[in-house]
């Protein structure tokens, strides 16, 4: 009788070898799942997620504006990745200085200096915030007053002088390449309110920001200067004050009644077929919450 052949015990360690790396993988895998678990959880309620390669016309990365060393990361259970939480003062702080800088930033550049030479932009943009809360537009009513129309058509040249509208244009024309990232700062910043202090007194109160939301969103005055402006621009401006009165309709501000329910398939069909956004899925991810939120509600 014949005995088995045995195997040759350089394919039971080839075995081995491979089960134990079968093993390790699998080991990896599952922490690298739960670091991306942990990690989208951490940002679930960011409005717009960061991008560390980012870079700004300014020379710096976006993502490293967000994250000072009060916001660094601290190694969790098995390998996951928990951000240290940010005091809220530090944010108010960091915010504040990350507008100061922008408009640092803006006072050396060329074209600024060509328009009005020895222009302090941040005192220009405090008496156009001042000019534009005390002149606020009207939002609604176009149909039964045509002086409302008339007045919100010419609304910008009425509160605002012609060197702050060249002002204006020429900041968006120069500093396209970064309108996202602007605009972003500007919404944190405008929607601050009473938990961070302004003693200035610079920023408009909730009430001043939907009447400006709903002049953009719900008359012709406003709604026709958009579409005088490039797609970016539109689509941005249009979503931003959606969140405005979205904000003012849950918190009971929404006086004027305003429903942007009509508004929110159009931007989120726009905002498909745009694909020039470097945060296009979050944009239409907010635009779809906040469309189930009226849904239920109707």
């Known amino acids: 009788m014949k005995k088995k052949r045995r195997a040759p015990i350089w394919l039971w360690l080839v075995f081995i070898l491979i089960a134990l790396a079968a093993i390790l993988g699998a080991y990896y895998l599952g922490i690298k799942k739960g670091s ?21 016309s ?12 009060d916001n660094e990361q601290k190694a969790g259970a098995r390998g996951a990745i928990v951000p240290k939480p940010i005091k809220p003062e530090d944010q108010c702080k960091r915010l504040e200085q990350d507008v100061r800088e922008f408009f640092q930033y803006l006072d050396k550049r060329n074209y600024i200096q ?22 606020p537009p009207i939002p609604a009513g176009e149909g039964i007053n045509s002086m409302i129309m008339t007045k919100n058509i ?38 601050l309110g009473d938990r961070c202090p302004d003693p200035e007194g610079i920023r408009p109160s909730m009430e001043i920001l939907y009447q400006y939301a709903g002049f953009f969103l719900n008359t012709i ?71 189930n939120y009226y849904l239920v509600r109707r």
């Open 36 to 56: 991306a678990k942990q990690d989208t959880l951490a940002h679930e309620n960011v409005l717009i997620p960061q991008k560390e390669s980012l870079k700004t």
């Open 58 to 69: 300014r020379g710096e990365d976006y993502a490293s504006r967000q994250e000072t060393p």
């Open 114 to 135: 060509h328009l009005e030479e020895g222009i302090n932009t941040h005192d220009r943009f405090k008496t156009m915030i001042h000019k534009l809360s005390s002149r």
């Open 154 to 191: 010419y609304h910008f040249f009425r509160a605002l002088g012609k060197n702050d509208l060249r002002l204006i244009k020429e900041v968006l024309r120069n500093e396209a390449d970064t309108l996202e990232m602007n605009l972003d700062l500007f919404f944190r910043w405008l929607m």
């Open 221 to 291: 005055g406003g709604r026709s200067y958009l579409f005088r402006r490039p797609a970016p621009l539109r689509l941005l401006v249009s979503y931003y004050c959606l969140l405005i009165i979205h904000k003012a309709d849950k918190e009971g501000l929404n006086s004027y009644g305003l429903d942007i329910f009509p508004e929110l398939t159009s931007l989120q069909y726009e905002m498909e077929l745009y694909s020039g956004f470097l945060f296009q899925n979050e944009y239409i991810r907010r635009i779809e919450d906040i469309s």
